[in-house]
């Protein structure tokens, strides 16, 4: 077995751990050197097989915090390394993150079954590796604290829409960063199979969690793994094919899902199918905030005076919904022309932004360097979103 540089220069390893240890198996040399030197540099502790027989070895003698294995070897195959580690109780709980040449992803996508948490595709490349591999970390260090005290309530925050294209999924995600940022536990539910908008923007794979018809919460350690971690360090769950449709839907085991998670974190931010209707209003009563998002143009406007309406319905529902006018487009309607077409002033404005159209086109991982500059100019306005509705009014 090669044994990496266990060496600890300053790096930047995972809040609040200390030197995690990172278990690399693969067959080919150049890889487990490239990722070990990676880490190492990183502050991790790492260490290496060629294969996945090898690994299983190495992790019965010291089981690492973190394992990243390549999926066809000799010997024992990634795969069958998951399996094993799965099944057994001294090991289930360890993170894997797999590498696969692009032509494997179909059995990747089996491998999630089978016990993987992540995979990245070769080439490699080593900074969405690393923050995959922290992003895991984290997560996995939280599910120990939450064994160990008992979870949080989380705030729900739900996004909703009366017609599509209005940012609502964009805001979803930037709310979601932001808390993350400042050291919240966050959850974005995806809630909309049409578009799985929020989830991509996040990078969070869809595709694994689609082939589950109904995120099922009692269904456990299944449940807790169809939640994904993403590198900006909010976790998302993302509703299967068949769910989100009035007829698809099953709003009991959306509301089970919704109470599981709430227990694991502070944050739990929900994007809604378009449009809001009636068989959604568990869900609505359920939130402690519903952000009714419109954009600036007169047809998304009235709209959404419909649903103000028929959410003023729902009990408790005024003191917990904000209107919020995206400026999603320059518009030459004035304040007075607007707050006319809505049948009342909004909450909140967020301005047309670079930044959040660059967000919610690209993705965050494509403006990963400029969201200190998002967080600053939108903080004050999204901070206001999940705030106390009594603050919620920003001039901007
Ligand atoms: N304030 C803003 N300024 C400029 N562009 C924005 C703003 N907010 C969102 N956008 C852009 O608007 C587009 C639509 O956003 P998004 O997909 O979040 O809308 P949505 O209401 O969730 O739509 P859908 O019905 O497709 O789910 C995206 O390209 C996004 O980047
Ligand atoms: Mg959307």
Redesign the pocket.
């Known amino acids: 077995m090669d044994v990496g540089d266990r060496t600890a220069p300053a790096g930047s390893v995972v809040g609040g751990m200390s030197q995690p240890a990172v278990l690399i198996v693969d067959d080919e040399e150049d890889v487990r050197n490239l990722v070990s030197y990676a880490f190492s540099r990183r502050g991790y502790r790492v260490d290496t097989s060629v294969d996945g027989a090898q690994a299983l070895e190495a992790v019965h003698l010291a089981p690492p915090d973190l394992v990243i294995t390549d999926v066809l070897m000799p010997r024992m195959t990634g795969l069958e390394l998951a399996e094993q580690l799965r099944g057994d109780d001294r090991t289930k709980h360890i993170p894997i993150l797999m590498l696969s040449a692009r032509d494997q992803v179909e059995d990747v996508l089996a491998g999630y079954e089978r016990g993987a948490d992540e995979y990245i595709t070769k080439p490699i490349e080593l900074a969405l590796l690393v923050a995959k591999a922290e992003a895991l970390l984290r997560r996995s260090a939280r599910d120990r604290e939450g064994v160990a005290t008992p979870g949080p309530s989380a705030t729900v925050v739900a996004f909703a ?1 009366a017609k ?8 979803a995600v930037a709310t979601a960063v932001l808390a993350a940022g400042q050291g919240r536990r966050t959850c974005l539910f995806d809630l ?1 199979t049409a ?1 799985h ?1 929020a989830a991509e923007i996040l990078g969070a794979d869809a595709r694994g969690a689609a082939d589950h018809a109904v995120p099922d919460p009692v269904a456990g350690d299944l449940f807790d793994r169809l939640v994904v971690s993403t590198p900006p360090g909010v976790d998302v769950l993302v509703t299967g094919r068949g769910v989100g449709s009035a007829g698809g839907l099953r709003v009991d085991l959306a509301l089970g899902a919704l109470q599981r998670l709430r227990q694991k974190y502070e944050l739990l931010v929900l994007d809604l199918p ?1 449009t809001l209707e009636s068989w959604m209003n568990p869900l609505v009563e359920a939130s402690s905030r519903v952000c009714l ?1 419109t954009g600036p143009q007169v047809t998304s406007l009235a709209a959404l005076a419909g649903h103000t309406h028929a959410l003023a319905g729902l009990p408790g529902a005024m003191g917990r919904t904000l209107v919020v006018l ?3 487009v320059d518009s030459p309607a004035g304040p007075a022309e607007i707050a006319r077409q809505l049948g009342r002033a909004p909450d909140v404005e ?4 670079d930044l ?2 660059r ?3 690209l993705g965050w991982s494509a403006m990963a360097d400029e969201w200190g500059e998002l967080a600053s100019q939108l903080g004050p306005a999204l901070g206001a979103v999940v705030g106390s509705p009594r603050t919620a009014s920003v001039a901007l």
């Open positions: 829409r599509g294209g209005v940012g609502a999924s964009t805001l909309d578009t908008s378009l998002v995206n400026h999603v967020i301005p047309n932004s959040l159209l967000l919610g086109s």
